[in-house]
């Protein structure tokens, strides 16, 4: 039985702060860590095919469209649809953006295996390896860390999972699929042109270790061979269905099909997408090439979708949206293992009928604020700029207007100092005076310098997902990692949902 301890919404303990006995995740760590820099030119210049792609056009749709094509060669079914059996009674992991190969995502690994025991299987939502899903990156960054899950994983891309075009993706979770063969030369000085003459492409000699590698998850229990990037398992009374939305978050005209077909029906569906639909505060319903959108999908009530979770965001948050009489959960759970997102610059939640009082996220906003606060204190070398736990919880309850996520300590006072630090790190997401001055957190700079609030120690606020299934329900449960050792023996529950499916049945 698994014990829970405190969470970040009991104490500051619970959410990591103070001094606890760091966790034993460095054991489990290669002797070697590349350490991934996400201000490094060499990394920016090596994931640059997703700034490529919006200038000069998007080949994704065409290049997912070939892989496909020749996963249905290798007799792979045109639905896509795959089935496991389970008990009555099953359960699955999710984890989201994982791939960092870092502290990060080993800090987590303890807890997600010890909240994973007796799991089915565990799908990773999205960037399953950064920082461009090389081959070679894949035995540190996926088949080490998970090398004692003892179940299959599945899996769905994320934009950096298709830097070099899907082709490790496509060996390592789709039956060792070869590349494919170079497209056809683009007429010369046309928008494709330039785009393959700047285009990033694998390194020659990019997998030689991957046989080696694939070593690490060699039990049979842990064999897994999908359909392709895009798919759908039927597993109990579940349909989950993965999509692909590639470099730009969007689905192609073929997918888009595909999407609308295994969508049809009244089994009860959960969407796993790396581009969440419902995020910070905003609905983004995800475009589908000559029509539509991935939510329009999602609402249709004949389609009986009950949940929808994306990675991209490297946080847990959820909304419960009420569709025509029914909620449909949307989570995003981007939180496996890369570096933190901001929830402290996420606004006053009010999207799509739902509010503060139903809202949740993690880690909670004041210790994001103040995880932030603390980093640029030690980058600017300022300590008056970094904030306690306690400061950081109080001005963003002020700030918002809410309830607190947790009771700040006692005696906390909010000061100009701290009223000043929070507008300068963007929280509540609310233009004020201070705004043009805000340090850089959040939308257009969140791709380029939220990646540098990469930390090495305690508190990391990683995060994954328990998904128990029966005939009546699926209970969802967002479990947290600290990087500390007391989160590691009980990882604390910081979200619970059960979603009844007697309506949809
Ligand atoms: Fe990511």
């Known amino acids: 039985m698994l014990r829970v301890s405190d969470s970040s919404r009991d104490t500051a303990q619970g959410a990591g702060w103070g001094s606890a006995e760091p966790g034993a995740y460095k054991q489990l760590m290669p002797p070697h860590v ?38 249905q060669a290798a007799g792979v079914p045109a639905d896509k649809v795959f089935r496991r059996e389970v008990p009555d009674r099953f359960s699955f992991m999710v984890i989201g953006d994982t791939g960092e190969g870092g502290d990060s995502q080993y800090a987590a690994v303890p807890g997600f295996l010890k909240t994973g025991r007796g799991t089915e299987f565990a799908v990773i939502t999205s960037d399953v390896i950064y920082p461009v899903g090389s081959a070679d990156d894949y035995g540190n960054n996926f088949f080490r860390p998970y090398r004692d899950y003892p179940a299959p994983i599945y899996a769905i891309p994320g934009n950096h999972d298709w830097y070099e075009g899907l082709g490790a993706f496509m060996r390592v979770f789709c039956g060792d699929t070869p590349p494919l063969a170079p497209a056809p030369r683009p007429r010369p000085l046309g928008r494709a042109w330039w785009r393959a003459l700047l285009w990033h492409r694998p390194h020659p000699k990019d997998g030689q270790h991957l046989d080696e590698a694939r070593k690490l998850r060699s039990a049979p229990g842990q064999q897994a061979e ?139 906003r004041g210790d994001s604020l103040a995880f932030y606060s603390r980093l640029y204190a030690r980058r600017l070398r300022l ?4 904030l306690s736990e306690s400061e950081a919880t109080a001005v963003i309850a002020e700030r918002l207007g809410v309830e607190p996520g947790r009771a700040p300590g006692p005696g906390t006072r909010v000061t100009r100092r701290t009223r000043l630090v929070a507008s300068l790190l963007g929280a509540g997401g609310r233009p004020d005076r201070t705004s043009r001055f805000r340090l850089p957190v959040r939308k257009t700079y969140t791709q380029l310098f939220s990646p540098s609030s990469v930390t090495y120690t305690p508190p990391f606020f990683k995060s994954f997902l328990r998904l128990d299934v029966s005939a009546r329900e699926i209970r969802v449960r967002c479990f947290a990692a600290t990087g500390n050792r007391p989160q590691e023996l009980d990882p604390p529950l910081e979200d619970e949902v059960v979603i009844p499916l007697e309506r949809a049945l």
């Open 383 to 386: 300590p008056r700029v970094g």
């Open 34 to 71: 590349r350490k991934v820099s996400w201000l490094d030119p060499r990394t920016l210049w090596a994931a640059r095919n997703g700034v490529l792609a919006s200038w000069f056009g998007d080949p994704t749709g065409r290049t997912r469209g070939r892989w496909v094509a020749r996963r």
């Open 226 to 364: 999908q359909p392709g990037p895009y798919w759908a398992l039927d597993a109990g009374p579940v349909r989950l269905v993965g999509i692909d939305t590639g470099l730009l978050g969007t689905l192609d005209a073929e997918q888009g099909a595909w999407l609308r077909e295994v969508s049809a029906g009244p089994r009860p569906k959960i969407l796993l997408t790396g581009s969440p639909l419902y995020v910070d505060g905003e609905h983004h319903p995800c475009p589908i090439d000559g029509g539509g959108t991935v939510d329009d999908i999602v609402r249709d009530p004949e389609h009986h979708y009950v949940a929808a979770i994306g990675g991209d965001i490297h946080n847990y948050q959820r909304y419960p949206v009420q569709v025509d009489g029914r909620t449909i959960q949307y989570v995003v759970s981007g939180g496996g293992g890369a570096f933190m997102h901001a929830t402290h610059t996420i606004p006053r939640v009010s999207v799509g009928g739902v509010t503060e009082r139903d809202f949740r996220c993690y880690p909670l």
